[in-house]
C-alpha cells in the first residue's frame, strides 16, 4: 500500500525572510505545475525556478505535495477573499438578483488564474485531503445557507439545507465547466447570457 503524502509544511515562517523564502518557493511551484505538469515538480525543479536551495526548501516543506498543497491553499484564499468582497450586500436583495451575483461571482473567482485553478482541480486527489480546503467549501456554503434563511418566506423550498447543497453545487459546476474548459468559446456576451441563465435555473429551484 502506497504511503499518504505528507502535506503538512514543517514549520511556519515568521521573519520577513523566511516568508519571502516561502513565497519563492510556493510561486515557483504555481509556475512548473502550470507549464510543466505535476510529474515535473520534483522539489530539485521547484528549488531550482525559485533559487532557493534544495536544503532550505525542506526546511519548510516535506515533500512536493507539501508545496502542492500550499499552492492549493493560497489559490483558494485569494477566491475566498473575491467571494466575501462581493458578496457583502447580497443578503439585502431580492432572490432573482441575488441568484445572478452567486453565479456571476463564482465565474469571477474561476477566472482567477484560470490555469492554475485547471491543474489544482486535477492534482487536489493527488495532494490528499485538505483541510483549508474543506474550510473554504464550508464557508461558501454558509453564506448561501445564511442568504436563504434570510428569505426564507418568500421561497417554495422547505429544506434550506438540502437546497443550499443543490444550489451551491450546481453553480460550482456550471462555472467551474464554463470558466475552465469552454473558455474559447464563450464570449463576454455569452458569459453574461450564461450567468443569466444560471441564475434563472437556480431561482426557479428556489420558488418551486
Known sequence: MARKPVVKPRKIATQNRSRATVD????????ILVKEG???????????????????LYQYFPSKEALVAAVIERHQQEIMQTVRSELAQVLDQP?????RKFVAVAVKAHRLQPQLH?????????????????NFSRENFSLF???LEGVRDELGVEDLELASFVCVTTIEALTHNAVLHHSNTLTDDRMDA???????????????
Open 145 to 147: 445557507r445564511a442568504y
Open 38 to 56: 505535476f510529474d515535473k515538480a520534483s522539489t530539485n525543479r521547484i528549488a531550482e525556478v525559485s533559487g532557493v536551495s534544495v536544503g532550505s
Open 24 to 31: 519563492s518557493l510556493i510561486e515557483a511551484t504555481a509556475r
Open 95 to 99: 432572490v432573482e438578483e441575488a441568484m
Open 118 to 134: 485547471r491543474v489544482l482541480a486535477e492534482q487536489i486527489p493527488r495532494v490528499g485531503k485538505l483541510e483549508k480546503l474543506e
Open 194 to 208: 450564461l450567468i443569466n441563465e444560471g441564475a434563472r435555473l437556480v431561482t426557479g429551484y428556489l420558488n418551486g
